[in-house]
């Protein structure tokens, strides 16, 4: 161990700054396309369903989900650049194909399916990009550079539906041309601007990224990406000494913390449709404009916490993360007596049960409205009369929606940080691209069976049954923190070589 030059710290922060970049950019090939996946399936493919977006949502966490051990393994024994590049081209040219999966006759759901799978694949880049800034750090920087990296990922789910929001201006049609079979519309311009994007990461990665590595206390340290076959004497002195109750554990309440708010932004689109007769041009602007406040949010909550956590710690800021999670899915639960309004659509094509009563079927409105809906409106709107529960489970009123949206945009930013900056702290010296593959892995496993479960439940059984299971997750989530609570402590305190 050396004391760290200055040479090596603006060189070692330099390329920490890369790595933001490239979670900001993994962020947005998510969030780009987010609220305007629903629409444009339907758009593209009338036979696909609710149940099929659910498929489409995690799509790219499967293809995440099996990157990021394979990503993380890649970099503990070679240069990170290697499967950083290689990553980031994988989305390059995933988003390239979203943009073309109109083109084909027949089955273009399955070639949306692919891509944002490949998308996702392209993703599995944050194992490597988290376990660089955990060696790269010493233990007083770490929470501060984790928070920072999952700023850079909110900015990106922030920029993201700002971006969708602003091609809207497109059009659904927008410009075709003829000769590549390109059409640029508010679907396709979102993902050739990621594209393009990418290629500047590229970039970026081989004119400023070098590797770096300082122990706990800050030192200089060999890097083994670097340095090829020699290992970190420190890194054999400590092998095997990791508290894997606390690695299991966080793994666990990380998967919870992510299953949850991807139940929350996929059900964002169909819900707002269902209950308030939005069109999807109207759902994705919304949508798009919501889903960035929260953003914003977020990125004021990373700053605070930073700050926060140096008073109180980061097993109590989890903590208290997790409750107010709890508390923004109580309040979504729907509490009133008003009915949604029910698609009329359905109504007009006679596929309503004969043996209902139709002053059951539109509380709201008369028959004389339907038919002047049905006259006037290219578009069906409201609940379909398909979901049974339309019929019998009151409305979640917009009061109710924007206040669960401010909570889980306060509470999910501060779960996801702490998550990151503890699991790193009790990792210690070890190289981490494996782990790290793994509590990505695991978010990634949330987000596949988060957008399933709550396409599932909320088509067949409505939106009490799946927020009201979801309040059950986190408070048994809330019960293992607290069975786990006196481990979660960072390795190199743990051992007595530094004090909390």
Request: proline letters at 4%.
């Amino acid at each position: 161990d050396v004391v760290e030059t200055q040479e090596h710290y603006k060189s070692r922060w330099r390329s920490i700054w890369i790595m933001y970049l490239t979670m900001f950019l993994s962020s947005v090939g998510f969030s780009i396309v987010i609220m305007s996946v629903w629409p444009y399936l339907q758009k593209i493919d009338p036979t696909a369903d609710a149940s099929f977006l659910g498929w489409i949502i995690a799509s790219y966490s499967i293809g995440q989900m099996v990157a990021s051990p394979l990503f993380g393994l890649w970099s503990n024994y070679r240069p990170r650049r290697e499967p950083l590049v290689v990553s980031t081209a994988v989305s390059v040219a995933a988003n390239c194909l979203y943009a073309y999966v109109h083109v084909p006759h027949s089955h273009n759901k399955y070639y949306m399916l692919t891509a944002r799978a490949l998308v996702g694949f392209g993703a599995g880049n944050v194992a490597v990009v988290r376990s660089y800034i955990a060696g790269a750090t010493s233990l007083t920087e770490r929470t501060g550079a984790m928070a920072n990296t999952s700023a850079c990922q909110a900015v990106g789910f922030i920029l993201g539906p700002v971006f969708q929001t602003c091609f809207t201006l497109i059009g659904e049609e927008g410009v075709t041309w003829k000769l590549i079979s390109l059409q640029l519309n508010m679907y396709t311009a979102p993902v050739l601007f990621g594209a393009l994007l990418g290629v500047i990461n590229i970039i970026l990665i081989f004119a400023i990224f070098r590797e770096h590595r300082v122990d706990d206390m800050g030192r200089q340290c060999k890097s083994i990406n670097s340095e090829g076959e020699e290992n970190d004497t420190l890194d054999r002195d400590t092998e095997g000494n990791v508290d894997h109750v606390a690695v299991i554990a966080l793994n666990v309440l990380f998967f919870v913390i992510l299953f949850v708010f991807a139940v929350f932004e996929t059900i964002a689109t169909p819900l707002t449709m269902d209950m308030y007769s939005w069109t999807r041009k109207e759902a994705v602007f919304y949508n798009g404009i919501i889903l960035s406040v929260i953003g914003i949010e977020s990125v004021i909550v990373f700053l605070v916490v930073k700050t926060l956590s140096k008073k109180t710690g980061e097993r109590a800021i989890l903590h208290g993360g997790l409750l107010i999670v709890l508390v923004g899915f109580f309040i979504l639960l729907p509490w009133g007596k008003k009915l949604p309004n029910i698609q009329w659509q359905e109504i007009k094509n006679n596929s309503i049960p004969r043996t209902l009563p139709t002053e059951m079927l539109i509380p709201f409105w008369s028959l004389q409205e339907v038919q002047l809906r049905s006259n006037h409106t290219a578009e069906p709107v409201g609940c379909p009369i398909t979901q049974s529960w339309c019929l019998n489970t009151p409305m979640v009123y917009l009061a109710q929606y924007l206040s669960s949206d401010v909570l889980i945009g306060l509470g999910y930013p501060i779960c996801n940080v702490m998550s990151y900056t503890l699991y790193s702290k009790i990792l210690g010296p070890k190289p981490q691209g494996v782990y790290m593959g793994w509590l990505t892995a695991s978010g990634s496993g949330a987000r596949i069976l988060g957008p399933v479960f709550v396409s599932q439940i909320y088509t067949h059984l409505g939106p009490r049954w799946a927020f009201s299971l979801i309040c059950g997750v986190v408070v048994v989530s809330l019960l293992l923190l607290e069975t786990v609570y006196k481990r979660l402590i960072a390795f190199s305190i743990r051992y007595g070589r530094m004090q909390e």
